[in-house]
């Protein structure tokens, strides 16, 4: 079975840098998209970005445009969420997510979670 497992959260300052990774294992993924989500307390989980395994091609959310990168190791099955110049409001427990559906916003799409990792970025 399908398994992820997200590491790199913590807690940085505003302006600070994470990266995230998802290490995934249990599966072939060339035909995958593999998405980050994040859901911060009192809110509905929402889409940050994504990316075509196999192709590279990358999807970003317009809040996060110009300040996160999504890339991958195929290599090793594994996705990386580079996440610069972040902002209070980035606070949320952030989600990897694999699936093969061609509707890379909805969370609906995605058929495997990892369990999440907090990001937390003070003022």
């Known amino acids: 079975q399908v398994q992820l497992v997200e590491s790199g959260g913590g807690l940085v300052q505003a302006g600070g840098s994470l990266r995230l990774s998802c290490a995934a294992s249990?599966?072939?993924?060339?035909?995958?998209?593999m998405g980050w989500f994040r859901q911060a307390t009192g809110k509905e989980r929402e889409f940050v970005t994504a990316?075509?395994?196999?192709?590279?091609?990358?999807y970003y959310a317009d809040s996060v445009k110009g300040r996160f990168t999504i890339s991958r190791d195929i290599a090793k099955n594994t996705v990386f969420l580079q996440m610069n110049s972040l902002k209070p409001e980035d606070t949320a427990v952030y989600y990897c997510?694999?699936?093969?559906?061609?509707?890379?916003?909805?969370?609906?799409?995605?058929?495997?979670w990892g369990q999440g990792t907090q990001v937390t970025v003070s003022s």
């Open positions: 990316i075509a395994w196999s192709g590279g091609s990358t």
């Open positions: 997510a694999v699936g093969v559906g061609s509707q890379y916003g909805s969370s609906r799409t995605y058929d495997y």
């Open positions: 249990g599966g072939t993924f060339r035909w995958f998209n």
